[in-house]
């Protein structure tokens, strides 16, 4: 069965790191939110791990950052931001007894938001996150794995897949002008709707559906007339932290 790992919101939510100047989240709302992700992963056939939030750590929900799961071995990051770093240890403990343990060592940062994992290729985003130590280190256990790797650089970003979603093992929604699309020519590209920029997000479920935001309604329909099948959820004040719907799940 496909198992899926949540973290719950914390009390400190309110203190999550945003670009998104004088806009804080409602911690209640997005409790609420985190609630329907939940439900929609579950309704969708899979198995639900939670770990309890940590209100010292005011992003904790934002679990993928602090894994990378390759096979069978779940990679622990070491996050960009300092105040992430202590994420990692509930997570690498919770999969220690399930999967092979790796990490990324310092001084190589990584965040899990910058990986993203389609077919044989692995693209991992250079970001402000994400440095060159960081991303040599994934990309040589990924090949140890036999997967390929292929850095894409993201600037004006927080992370690669702040900009670029996956929806199937061929096909990625990109924001237009963040990163060099020569760097997913194996990719077929759908842009996000002009007037949408960033507020598209995506997470494909192994039952056909994918989540997406509905906050980005011009998008959803672009990608209906192409016969995807989508189920769109509410996540603003998830948004509204600079996350996504990738970032509050690890699947293993
Ligand atoms: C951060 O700045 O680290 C969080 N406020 C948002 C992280 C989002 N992570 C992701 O999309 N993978």
């Known amino acids: 069965m496909q198992r899926a790992l949540v973290r719950e919101i914390p009390n400190t939510f309110d203190r999550a790191i945003t670009g ?12 609420l939110q985190h609630s329907l992700y939940r439900a929609a992963l579950e309704g969708n056939g899979y198995a639900v791990d939670v770990l309890g939030g940590d209100d010292r750590f005011p992003d904790c929900v934002f679990v993928e950052d602090t894994a990378v799961v390759i096979g069978d ?24 007894d399930r999967l092979q343990l790796a990490s990324i060592e310092a001084p190589g940062t990584l965040d899990g938001g910058d990986v993203m994992t389609l077919g044989e290729t692995i693209y991992i985003g250079r970001s402000g996150r994400t440095n060159r130590e960081g991303a040599e280190q994934l990309a040589g256990i990924a090949k140890d794995q036999g997967l390929t790797s292929i850095f894409v650089p993201v600037d004006g970003v927080l992370h690669l897949k702040s900009a670029v979603l996956p929806l199937d093992p061929k096909t ?5 002008g963040t990163v060099d699309e020569n760097l997913l020519s194996e990719l077929r590209i759908v842009y996000e709707h002009p007037s949408e920029r960033f507020r598209f997000s995506a997470l494909p479920l192994t039952s056909g559906t994918s989540l997406v935001t509905s906050s980005a309604p011009k998008t959803n329909t672009l990608l209906r007339n192409e016969g995807y099948d989508l189920t769109p959820i509410d996540v603003s004040e998830i948004l509204a932290a600079d996350g996504g719907l990738t970032c509050m799940s690890i699947m293993y």
Do not use: I
Not at 20 to 31: F, H, I, M, N
Not at 172 to 176: D, I, K, L
């Open 172 to 176: 990625v929604v990109v924001t237009p």
């Open 73 to 96: 071995v779940v990679v622990a990051t070491n996050p960009g931001a300092e105040s992430r770093v202590g994420e990692v240890a509930a997570v690498s403990t919770f999969f220690s």
């Open 20 to 31: 998104k100047q004088g806009r804080v989240p409602d911690v209640e709302l997005a409790r």
